[in-house]
């Protein structure tokens, strides 16, 4: 059930944050571009066992295939059952100041030898004709930028399901890099490509328009966030 009364819930927030100190330390590149590797893979394989589901299903529908072949990889892959304790659709989560209660990210990625109260999360949104780079910055970039998603960590993903042949270069880049939603968007450094072999992959890094309310300043500022871009080939596969 939703809550009707959008008021912060401090009593929500201290339990949660009980011991830690936030944001929490920064995730290393190396295990970060193992996650990379691993969803890209993950991705390949779903495409190829689903790919009319890939192709034409709903957002929901290509990210429940995707959660489930990355937990089964947990079970058949021992450098990513390593890192990785599980990954979860759509878990409940609060937002910064417990003014949400049941905020749904697509992915929470609970990493073994991290906090598990903050998962790494990751947003995916669908890239095609009539969907495109401003519905993935506003429904999707953005809540990483005011404290719905990710607010205890400094670094999240984001995953484009793209079914035509946009890439980060040609629809991100440019977006991002015109003056109002440079600002609207708090970029501090732009898409810049990074090499994952199997997808088309960047980071960028961008300003967060909260502060914690449960510690005081200077501890309450969250810092920059640092997004990983995973755009993935959702397009129909050419049968011979």
């Known amino acids: 059930m939703s809550s009707s009364a959008l008021l912060p819930r401090p009593d929500q927030i201290a339990e949660l944050t009980r011991g830690l100190d936030l944001p929490l330390a920064a995730i290393d590149d190396v295990y970060l571009h193992i996650i990379v590797g691993g969803v890209a893979q993950a991705f390949t394989d779903i495409r190829a066992s689903a790919p009319t589901t890939v192709a034409t299903g709903d957002e929901a529908e290509v990210t ?17 059952r390593q890192l990785v304790a599980s990954v979860v659709r759509g878990k409940e989560s609060l937002s910064f100041d417990g003014s949400h209660l ?5 992915l929470s990625i609970h990493l ?6 903050f998962p ?11 969907r495109g780079e401003n519905l993935y910055c506003s429904k999707g970039l953005r809540r990483f930028l005011n404290g719905e998603y990710g607010w205890g960590g400094r670094e999240a993903f984001m995953i484009a399901y793209v079914r ?9 880049e440019p ?5 109002a939603q440079a600002t609207s968007y708090a970029v501090q450094d732009a898409p810049i490509a990074i090499t994952s072999g199997t997808c088309d992959a960047a980071r960028s890094r961008h300003g967060r328009s909260f502060f914690y309310t449960h510690t005081a300043p200077p501890a309450n500022d969250p810092g920059v966030i640092a997004l990983w871009h995973l755009w993935v080939d959702a397009s129909p596969v050419a049968t011979v």
Do not use: F
């Open 164 to 172: 035509d042949e946009s890439t980060i270069a040609t629809r991100l």
């Open 64 to 80: 429940a295939l995707l959660e489930a072949r990355l937990n089964r990889m947990i079970e058949e892959d021992k450098v990513w």
């Open 102 to 106: 049941e905020k749904r990210p697509d």
């Open 175 to 179: 977006y991002l890099a015109q003056s």
């Open 120 to 130: 790494l999360i990751a947003e995916a949104k669908i890239i095609d004709a009539t």
């Open 112 to 117: 073994s030898a991290r906090a598990l109260r």
